[in-house]
């Protein structure tokens, strides 16, 4: 068997897949959350509720409903989508005056109300949630066993990110989204609706975090409190990253999760760690993030 | 009242009357065992306010937001145990040691986050806080997902601390102690600093002051602040858990300080009373509105108090942002003030 610094290749490269899952979802929540704070100002701690809520309905589609993945790989996104419209609108929207801070705080809450109802029915043991049929099984490439949904889940979040990527830089929607964070004022005095936009861009963001919820679900165990953890080391990628560039989100995302499944084989009691260390490191060396730039 | 009015205003040195006030509060808090107060519950009170007035003397007085804080609430609840239970050093010196390995806790952190500010240094000390708290789910020190268990009370220079009532009087002492240290730190020339960092910090570094050695200095004050109260929370419940060290530990002194009002003296002493009753007490609310209402949900609302904390933080963000006590000051001062329309 072919080996590479004394560990099977196989297992190696298994690691390094579930690496790239997780960076998916890294990716796809840090470009959210930079998104959403390009417009609104705010950071969302509610993306992993929001990413909770997606897994859940994916679960719950199949479990009240009997519909099925692709059923909700699209509802899910859009159900949670409206969620976001109604947060931005009833809530978020008194804060834009405020310091930053209030806008953490609120989403924070809203999460804990989140977690608090969906553990007040559900408790916090995780519910399973099945592969789909047509994902099942793996694929032999030869030098490893490829798992076909997670690189079902590792292709998607690219052609998403790449998605977003391409709606923000290279549309006309995208340069007047642009604009609108750079001087939301100007652009309203151009005869763009900017509040309008900013509620369409919480409410893409949600949907973008619901999205990754329903790929996460087969992949992981559906439970009330699988966002949370989430959140806090999307923070860690977000500050490692910085908030500048949407690509600059997405590489740090991918790039973490490999780092974190790399770990895993080679040290794995610092696997949960290792992403804040580096993020420690970042700091260190070049306190304004990889890609980012001093607000 | 308007003349005291006027006059406190005059002669600036007539403000200290809040200590008269203070002096009042802790002797009424001092009293409360003789009218039935249940000593354990206050002594819990007292450990999660004094953890809210550390954090607020970085929220209400520099203007900086960590997320983290849990983590040196634990830190100095383990260090604190292991040193009495497992060392077996006297009491003092026990959470004296808690205390200091806080501080250190809290001078790599800050060191690390000051690096950053606003909504970005908040993100850091939260990240932080959970590698911390992950060392702690691993470690062996920390007895995992058992906590820390039966950590010995000992003795306070001499006082044998196994009855109740001492401790309440020897935990009553250490608070009056660190509140003082608070009041004399925010109320010095350096907490003068750091106000002005908070309202402009650019302006407070043209003025010639190294903001980043203010900034510090505040957060490791605050951290071993934290760090004493939660080696007193260990000496009074006797055992350290992974609880004190979660994210959702550093959300709770948030909104102690939020609900009590943040920047003010005695808001966070409020906000840990009416949070840690609500914990107390909310599975009997959750009782009686079952009974009022039919609904068998409600019974379980003991078991999600994070969804009712949860709304408390969203109404007090939304609508009520000065909280307990600096919404009664602020409607107290607008009276004075428009009693004395001179000014």
């Known amino acids: 068997?072919?080996?590479?610094?004394?560990?099977?290749?196989?297992?190696?490269?298994?690691?390094?897949?579930?690496?790239?899952?997780?960076?998916?979802?890294?990716?796809?929540?840090?470009?959210?959350?930079?998104?959403?704070?390009?417009?609104?100002?705010?950071?969302?701690?509610?993306?992993?509720?929001?990413?909770?809520?997606?897994?859940?309905?994916?679960?719950?589609?199949?479990?009240?409903?009997?519909?099925?993945?692709?059923?909700?790989?699209?509802?899910?996104?859009?159900?949670?989508?409206?969620?976001?419209?109604?947060?931005?609108?009833?809530?978020?929207?008194?804060?834009?005056?405020?310091?930053?801070?209030?806008?953490?705080?609120?989403?924070?809450?809203?999460?804990?109300?989140?977690?608090?109802?969906?553990?007040?029915?559900?408790?916090?043991?995780?519910?399973?949630?099945?592969?789909?049929?047509?994902?099942?099984?793996?694929?032999?490439?030869?030098?490893?066993?490829?798992p076909n949904y997670r690189a079902w889940v590792v292709a998607v979040s690219l052609v998403v990110c790449l998605g977003v990527w391409a709606l923000i830089e290279k549309t006309s929607l995208g340069a007047t989204l642009r604009a609108g964070t750079e001087n939301p004022r100007l652009v309203q005095a151009f005869g763009v609706n900017v509040p309008r936009m900013v509620t369409l861009t919480y409410a893409g963001g949600a949907a973008l975090a619901a999205l990754a919820g329903v790929l996460a679900a087969p992949v992981l165990q559906v439970s009330p409190l699988m966002g949370s953890n989430l959140i806090i080391v999307v923070f860690a990628v977000v500050v490692i990253g910085g908030m500048g560039s949407i690509l600059g989100s997405i590489l740090t995302g991918l790039g973490l999760g490999v780092i974190e499944g790399l770990t895993k084989v080679f040290y794995p009691e610092a696997s949960n760690t290792v992403v804040f260390v580096i993020m420690a490191i970042v700091l260190l060396l070049r306190p304004a993030g990889l890609f980012g730039r001093e607000r | 009242m308007r003349a005291a009015a006027s006059a406190a205003m005059a002669h600036p040195e007539l403000r200290q009357s809040p200590l008269l006030g203070y002096a009042a509060l802790f002797l009424g808090i001092a009293m409360l065992p003789a009218f039935g107060a249940y000593p354990i519950f206050v002594m819990k009170v007292l450990c999660y306010a004094l953890f809210a007035c550390a954090f607020n003397l970085l929220i209400g007085f520099t203007g900086l937001l960590s997320f983290g804080h849990a983590a040196f609430l634990g830190t100095a609840a383990y260090c604190a145990g292991h040193a009495l239970k497992v060392w077996g050093w006297p009491t003092p010196l026990g959470l004296a040691f808690g205390a200091a390995a806080a501080a250190a806790a809290g001078l790599v952190f800050g060191w690390l986050a000051i690096r950053r500010s606003g909504i970005y240094f908040a993100m850091v000390t939260l990240a932080l806080s959970q590698m911390l708290y992950f060392v702690f789910l691993q470690s062996p020190f920390t007895g995992g997902e058992d906590g820390l268990q039966s950590v010995p009370r000992g003795d306070f220079l001499g006082l044998p601390l196994a009855n109740d009532l001492t401790l309440y009087y020897v935990v009553l002492a250490i608070f009056i102690a660190a509140f003082w240290l608070i009041y004399r730190t925010v109320h010095s020339p350096f907490g003068q600093v750091l106000t002005s960092i908070r309202e402009n910090e650019a302006r407070a570094t043209s003025l010639g002051y190294d903001v980043d050695r203010f900034k510090l200095v505040a957060f490791v004050l605050s951290a071993g602040l934290a760090g004493l109260a939660g080696a007193t929370k260990t000496l009074v419940l006797g055992f350290a858990t992974l609880t004190d060290a979660l994210w959702t530990t550093s959300g709770l002194v948030i909104l102690m300080t939020l609900v009590g009002g943040m920047g003010t003296m005695v808001g966070p002493i409020v906000g840990a009373l009416v949070i840690i009753a609500l914990e107390n007490k909310i599975g009997d609310v959750g009782r009686t509105l079952a009974e009022w209402t039919d609904i068998a949900w409600f019974n379980s609302l003991g078991e999600s108090v994070t969804l009712v904390t949860g709304l408390i933080f969203i109404a007090c963000v939304l609508a009520f942002r000065r909280g307990v006590v600096g919404e009664l000051s602020y409607r107290w001062r607008r009276r004075a003030e428009r009693r004395a329309p001179g000014r």
Do not use: C
Request: glycine share 14%.
């Open chain 1, 1 to 146: 068997m072919t080996e590479l610094f004394g560990i099977p290749l196989p297992a190696l490269l298994g690691q390094l897949l579930l690496g790239l899952v997780n960076g998916s979802f890294y990716a796809l929540l840090s470009l959210g959350l930079a998104v959403i704070f390009g417009m609104l100002n705010i950071i969302n701690f509610a993306h992993g509720a929001l990413y909770m809520i997606g897994a859940f309905l994916a679960w719950m589609g199949l479990e009240y409903l009997g519909l099925g993945y692709w059923w909700m790989l699209l509802l899910a996104p859009l159900a949670v989508g409206l969620l976001g419209v109604l947060i931005e609108r009833l809530l978020l929207q008194w804060l834009y005056k405020l310091d930053h801070l209030y806008g953490l705080l609120l989403t924070f809450g809203i999460t804990l109300v989140a977690e608090g109802a969906f553990r007040s029915f559900y408790g916090v043991s995780g519910q399973p949630y099945p592969v789909p049929d047509a994902l099942h099984g793996a694929t032999n490439l030869g030098f490893m066993i490829l």
